[in-house]
């Protein structure tokens, strides 16, 4: 008898680990699809057409200053937005940075 209560004990316990460990992957699951949901990048209504924005809306972007919204508005117009570091309009630093939020329409 006291045999049996310890091969049920011992299943009970690697039943309970079973689950503590899957708990722990679907959090961490859960976890990485939030994380990944903030990194996405954005929906074309929200991108920046650097063709068309204002030098306050280029301003808005990371490492966009006076001097490099004034470059870009100066250097229009874009044939695509790859142009913005091929021109040596801004760095290819400040171009990866912003490269994701931005477009140029034609």
């Given amino acids: 008898m006291k045999l049996v209560r310890r091969i049920r004990a011992r299943k009970m316990s690697v039943v309970m680990a079973a689950l503590a460990m899957l708990l722990v992957c679907l959090a961490g699951t859960a976890s990485s699809r939030s994380t990944a949901a903030v990194k996405t990048a954005p ?9 068309r924005a204002t030098l306050d809306e280029l301003k808005t972007l990371p490492g966009i200053g006076d001097a490099y919204a004034g ?5 229009r117009p ?5 142009q913005l570091s091929s021109k040596g309009v801004i760095p290819v630093a400040t171009y990866a940075k912003i490269r994701a939020l931005i477009i140029a329409k034609q």
């Avoid at 470059?71 to 250097?75: D, R, Y």
């Fill in 71 to 75: 470059k870009i508005v100066k250097n």
């Fill in 43 to 51: 929906n074309a209504a929200s991108l920046i057409d650097i063709n």
């Fill in 78 to 82: 874009y044939l695509n937005k790859t």
